[in-house]
Nanobody, 127 residues
Framework: VQLQASGGGLVQAGDSLRLSCATSGGTISNYHMAWFRQGPGREREFVAAFRRSGSDITYYADYVKGRFTISRFNAKNTVYLQMNSLKPEDTAVYYC????????????????????WGKGTQVTVSS
């Protein structure tokens, strides 16, 4: 499956952005889907994820909980990340990823469990 993230940009603290992850060559309902990010000089870190179709279970990193929302539109094979109340520390390249790993609830934040990655989209939040 191929993934392509878009929707990044330069915003001010407190603003909102919605990222999109368009997929092809596969159906998102068959995969666990997630967003990760990598800030300047930092390792790639988990942001949010949901289990493949059939469950409404979502997972969020503590530093985005209550501000970010992951969702999907199966008919468009697209995953979204709604980001509200953005902070300068949210500045990063954001990546979408797909996984078919077992025991996802134990490994959803582990980058090594994701076999498919899209090119990232830059989000810059100014103070």
């Amino acid at each position: 499956v191929q993934l392509q993230a878009s929707g990044g940009g330069l915003v001010q603290a407190g603003d909102s952005l919605r990222l999109s992850c368009a997929t092809s060559g596969g159906t998102i309902s068959n995969y666990h889907m997630a967003w990760f990010r990598q800030g300047p000089g930092r390792e790639r870190e988990f942001v949010a994820a949901f289990r493949r179709s059939g469950s409404d279970i979502t997972y969020y990193a503590d530093y985005v909980k209550g501000r970010f929302t992951i969702s999907r539109f199966n008919a468009k094979n697209t995953v979204y990340l709604q980001m509200n109340s953005l902070k300068p520390e949210d500045t990063a390249v954001y990546y979408c990823a797909a996984s078919s790993t077992a025991s996802f609830s134990s490994y959803y934040s582990d980058t090594s469990r994701y076999a498919y990655w899209g090119k990232g989209t830059q989000v810059t939040v100014s103070s």
